[in-house]
C-alpha cells in the first residue's frame, strides 16, 4: 500500500529526534496525510502480516462500547492488556507499576464509551452509565439512512472532562463521514501516530468501519483519509521498517460481509479477508 509507505520514507527522511513520556525516542513531524480508495481494495497492509482478527474484534468492541478488556481477552486478544483505568492504577513505566496495569480489567471511559455514551458518567466498566448521554454512533446511523447528504456526520472520541479517566487519551480522536455521489466517504482524525505498529491498525480498522457503515446504508464505498498530526516512528521500530520499504507490495485483499441487520448486532466473525497475501509479520515492541 504505497499511501502507508509514502508515510514510512517521509519520516525516516524527515522526521526529528523527540523524546516522550514512553522513554523511548521518536523520529516525529509534524502531520502527514493518507488517502486510500476502496475501489483499490481492502487497505490491509501487505509488506508485513497483519492480523485481521484483532482489528475487527477490537472494532466490535467500540462499536458496543464495551469498556472491560476482558472481553478482548477471552477472544485471544491482547492489544489493550497493557493499559487500564488511571483512576484504578495510575499509569506509570515501573515493572510493578506495568504489572498492576496489566492485571486490572477496567479501561475507563475509552473509545467506544465515548462513541456510544458522551456526556455521561462513568463510573465503571461493569455498571450502566448516570445523566444524559449522546449515543453518537448511533444518531450518525440514523442521519446516514435518512439525509445522507447531512454535513455533520461526526463522532469524537476526545472529551476533555474524561480525558485523564481513560487508559490512554485518543490517539484516533474523531472521524467523519461524508457522502458524495452516492459514495460513503470516513475521514478520521489522529493526534498520534505510531507508524509501526499503530497505524496500520488504524487504517484497517476505519476501512472495516467504512465498508460496515456503507453496507448499513446501502451505498458504495468510497475514500478512506486520515489526517494525522505528531506521526512518529520509534527508534527501535526503524530496522523493521526500514525492510519492509525493502519488500514488493501484494495487491491489496478484498474483505466480504456475512451479516443483516444493524450495525450494533454485527460481530467480528462476520466479516472475513479474502485473497489476502503478505510477507511475513515483524515484531514491533510497544512503547507503553
Not at 525492510?243 to 451479516?259: C, H, M, N, V
Request: glycine share 6%.
Amino acid at each position: 500500500m504505497k499511501a502507508y509507505l509514502d508515510i514510512v520514507e517521509k519520516v525516516l527522511k524527515l522526521g526529528f529526534k523527540n523524546s516522550n513520556r514512553t522513554g523511548i525516542d521518536a523520529l516525529t513531524i509534524p502531520g502527514a496525510f493518507f488517502e486510500h480508495d476502496m475501489k483499490e481494495g481492502f487497505p490491509l497492509l501487505t509488506t508485513k502480516k497483519i492480523p485481521f482478527r484483532l482489528i475487527s474484534s477490537e472494532l466490535e468492541f467500540f462499536i458496543k462500547g464495551i469498556t472491560d478488556k476482558e472481553w478482548l481477552r477471552e477472544k485471544n486478544n491482547h492489544i489493550w492488556d497493557e493499559w487500564c483505568s488511571p483512576d484504578i492504577v495510575p499509569y506509570g513505566t515501573s515493572e510493578e507499576t506495568k504489572k498492576l496495569m496489566e492485571e486490572e480489567r477496567d479501561l475507563g471511559p475509552i473509545y467506544g464509551w465515548q462513541w456510544r455514551h458522551f456526556g455521561a458518567q462513568y463510573a465503571a466498566y461493569n455498571e450502566k452509565p448516570s445523566g444524559k448521554g449522546v449515543d453518537q454512533l448511533q444518531n450518525l446511523v440514523d442521519k446516514l439512512k435518512n439525509r445522507h447528504y447531512d454535513r455533520r456526520m461526526i463522532v469524537s472520541a476526545w472529551n476533555p472532562v474524561d480525558i485523564d479517566r481513560m487508559a490512554l487519551p485518543p490517539c484516533h480522536y474523531s472521524f467523519q463521514i461524508t457522502v458524495i455521489s452516492n459514495r460513503l466517504n470516513l475521514l478520521w482524525n489522529q493526534r498520534s501516530v505510531d507508524v509501526a505498529l499503530g497505524l496500520p491498525f488504524n487504517i484497517a480498522s476505519y476501512g472495516l468501519l467504512l465498508h460496515l457503515l456503507a453496507i448499513e446504508a446501502g451505498l458504495e464505498e468510497g475514500k478512506l483519509i486520515g489526517f494525522l498530526g505528531d506521526t512518529h516512528i520509534y527508534e527501535n521500530h526503524i530496522k523493521g521498517l526500514e525492510s519492509q520499504l525493502e519488500r514488493t507490495p501484494y495487491a491489496l485483499p478484498s474483505i466480504k460481509t456475512d451479516w443483516q441487520g444493524s450495525l450494533f448486532n454485527w460481530k467480528y466473525p462476520d466479516t472475513i479477508v479474502e485473497e489476502y497475501n503478505s510477507h511475513p509479520s515483524i515484531k514491533f515492541e510497544v512503547a507503553v
